[in-house]
């Protein structure tokens, strides 16, 4: 954060939180378009998608996955019209669930699960099932990205998954390393105002590890294209050969070793670059988030919090750090910015919206006791002048079963509720989504 160099967070023990395991549990798919029920009042210039994509279902037959990371992906659709919302969800029919789904076990390995061989196969199928070609998971839960006005569902593999916004339907996949020599790309790439999009991959060969910088052309030379005329723009050797360091987004800098997940904003000030994130000291968080550690309660949970860096004053702290940051992209990404928002985490998932003023160094926040809201979404209101002129798009959730979810719309300016559309569906906390304007 410009000159404030972060300092270490004190540790503060946090006891006998409420269980969030129904937000770990595999939910019903909504297919019918529902409407929700509006309190408040959404605006009426506010027309469009928000999209949001995480893990829905944890298990096949007896076969249970490990990390909240491997669930299968379920599609979120919140559509917004002249005041009014409906919802609809579908469970992403890659071909990954449609393999499980049909031998009802796991038969394709995940981040935090391995498959097992069918029990049920006799000693010869088995031995020839160590012949069979390993399959990379196409489970493309993390987040929805654009390339060249379509929309897809990536993860970090080099598969990926374009889908229909309407109807969420798959409608092809997609294989990074067909069109590069990449082994995967992140689920986060950055966007020029023109539609080029950029992201990174690692690639893994004889002569040693690269990171490579991926350019995707904003435009398609004929119709039915995906990611052609995708070129790696620059590879940068790994320093040593098989060690190649992990990123979930991207930005280019030099530093002590930590994990970050996702940045908030870089932009040059006074010939300086200046690069604002979200990071730890270790990669511990990934083990803190194992399904059966998620699905703990009270002392248990007591057991499992983990420490968190300072971004901010003393307050950030209280609202338990930040993260899934996002900014006002389409003005401000590259730029000098004031704002950004975020979840803060005083639970294992976020339990409050946060909207961070860099410069005044102030936070507001939005909570409510029990529910869990996701990742933050900036609307612009058309022909805004300000930074924060917009709303905040956020999806709020409750393990309570009486409870409904719903989705939030708060004003950027003062971060007061403006309204929610209430849903009766059980849903899952989440990762990432996406407004798109209709
Ligand atoms: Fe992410």
């Known amino acids: 954060m410009g000159n404030t160099h972060q300092k270490k967070a004190i540790f503060r023990e946090r006891q006998n939180l409420p269980s969030i395991a129904p937000l770990l549990t595999t939910v019903k798919e909504t297919p019918q378009t529902i409407p929700a029920r509006i309190r408040g009042r959404f605006p009426t210039w506010l027309n469009g ?3 949001r994509i995480g893990p829905g279902k944890f298990e096949f037959g007896k076969n249970k996955y ?59 199928e088995r031995f020839m099932s160590k012949f069979e070609k390993p399959t990379i998971t196409d489970n493309t839960n993390v987040n929805y990205v654009q390339y060249k006005g379509d929309y897809y569902v990536s993860t970090e593999t080099n598969f990926m998954n374009k889908v229909d916004i309407e109807t969420l339907e798959k409608t092809e996949k997609v294989d990074w ?22 992201n990174m991959g690692n690639s893994y060969g004889p002569s040693g590890s690269c990171y490579n910088v991926i350019r995707v052309p904003p435009e398609k030379v004929d119709v039915g294209e995906t990611i052609h005329g995708a070129q790696v723009i620059c590879s940068i050797a790994s320093t040593e050969k098989m060690k190649v360091s992990y990123y979930h987004s991207f930005g280019m800098y030099f530093s002590k070793p930590f994990l970050s997940f996702h940045q908030i904003n870089a932009f040059e000030d006074q010939n300086c670059v200046v690069l604002d994130l979200c990071c730890q000291d270790n990669g511990r968080s990934l083990d803190v988030y194992q399904l059966q550690n998620l699905r703990k309660a009270g002392e248990g949970l007591d057991q499992i919090w983990c420490s968190h860096e300072n971004l901010h004053k003393e307050d950030l702290e209280e609202e338990g750090g930040i993260e899934f940051p996002q900014i006002n992209y389409g003005q401000f990404n590259g730029k000098k910015y004031r704002y950004f928002y975020g979840c803060g985490f005083r639970h294992l998932v976020g339990d409050s919206l946060i909207k961070v003023d860099v410069v005044n160094k102030t ?26 002129g917009g709303v905040i798009l956020s999806v709020v959730i409750s393990p309570k079963q009486n409870e409904s979810n719903f989705l939030l719309v708060l004003d950027a300016k003062n971060f007061e509720e403006l309204g929610r559309a209430e849903v009766p569906v059980q849903m899952p906390y989440g990762f990432h989504g996406t407004f798109v304007p209709i």
């Open 363 to 388: 936070l507001k926040v939005w909570r409510e006791d029990g529910f869990y809201p996701s990742e933050p979404v900036f609307v612009p209101v058309p022909g805004a002048s300000e930074e924060d």
């Open 66 to 124: 490990n990390h909240w990371f491997d669930g299968m992906a379920l599609l979120h659709q919140f559509r917004m019209e002249k005041g009014t919302v409906t919802y609809k969800s579908r469970f992403l029919q890659s071909d990954t669930y449609m393999a499980n789904s049909v031998h009802d076990r796991i038969v394709i390995s995940e981040f935090g699960t391995l498959s097992l061989p069918d029990p049920c196969k006799n000693i010869f």
């Open 49 to 51: 998608y928000l999209l």
């Open 177 to 198: 390393s067909k069109f590069i020599a990449v082994n995967g790309a992140t689920a986060h790439p950055h966007y020029d105002p023109d539609g080029t999009a950029y």
